[in-house]
């Protein structure tokens, strides 16, 4: 979608931090680290004067340029909403999904300041204070993609096969499997977390983004309603 050279930031990052960045200043003042959702993780951020990790930009510069015939990407563990503003703001249709109240009502917030700046972009951005999956949610289309960055919870091996199980409507799925459902950094670990993916009925993964500690991102073909080989053939071509 984006022709991005190595390293470069993708477009809108700069603009959202600049527009973005006070509010939530403002809101963890006001509210408190608990009240605006932003506990340690946003708070860091906030006192560092960073909206996007990079870790986030680097996946999104990976999303604007890799090639995948994708129109949505959905995201599970939304937080304040910075990586799907992003690529919304690209051009994406996107969807998060964040359980957490606070922090989805700030996300809510942020989204709100977008669409007073640029609402033709925003109009891409959907927000959901949900656990995914939503029975509210529109389903996933021929060329939606779902990713997840860091969703850590504590679950039953029941519910984190459900969640995966959900997760197959999509005819792609990213996920950084260091950090999916289960926190396992360590190398060695890697093949428990793939090995949870099979388990759900997903295929033979690709390696999409390796950024060692900062995460593993690795691609999936999820439902079966189109051709899921053509189609990661089609991304490979282009690497």
Not at 57 to 66: G, H, P, V
Not at 108 to 133: G, H, M, S, W
Not at 169 to 178: A, C, G, K, L, T
Not at 211 to 220: A, E, I, N, S
């Amino acid at each position: 979608m984006t022709d991005l050279k190595d390293g470069s930031e993708p477009p809108w990052s700069g603009r959202l931090l600049e527009l973005l960045l006070p509010v939530i200043r403002e809101r963890i003042e006001r509210m408190g680290v608990e009240g605006s959702g932003a506990y340690n993780f946003y708070d860091t951020r906030a006192k560092e004067g960073r909206l996007l990790l990079g870790y986030e930009l680097a996946l999104a510069a990976k999303l604007l340029s890799c090639g995948l015939d994708i129109d949505r990407i959905d995201e599970i563990g939304s937080g304040f909403g910075q990586l799907v503003f992003l690529l919304g703001w690209n051009g994406f249709k996107t969807t998060g999904y964040e359980a957490d109240g606070p922090r989805s009502t700030t996300a809510t917030a942020l989204r709100d300041v977008l669409d007073r700046v640029d609402p033709e972009r925003t109009r891409n951005i959907r927000l959901f204070n949900a656990r995914f999956p939503f029975f509210r949610a529109p389903p996933p289309g021929p060329k939606s993609l779902m990713v997840t960055t860091n969703i850590v919870y504590t679950s039953t091996e029941r519910e984190r096969l459900a969640t995966l199980k959900a997760m197959r409507r999509y005819p792609f799925v990213i996920s950084d499997v260091q950090r999916c459902i289960v926190h396992r950094p360590e190398p060695e670990q890697e093949p428990e977390a793939l090995a949870m993916f099979a388990e759900a009925g997903f295929g033979a993964p690709e390696l999409f983004l390796d950024l060692g500690r900062g995460g593993r991102y690795f691609l999936f073909a999820g439902s079966p309603r189109r051709d899921p080989v053509s189609m990661l053939r089609r991304y490979w071509s282009v690497q």
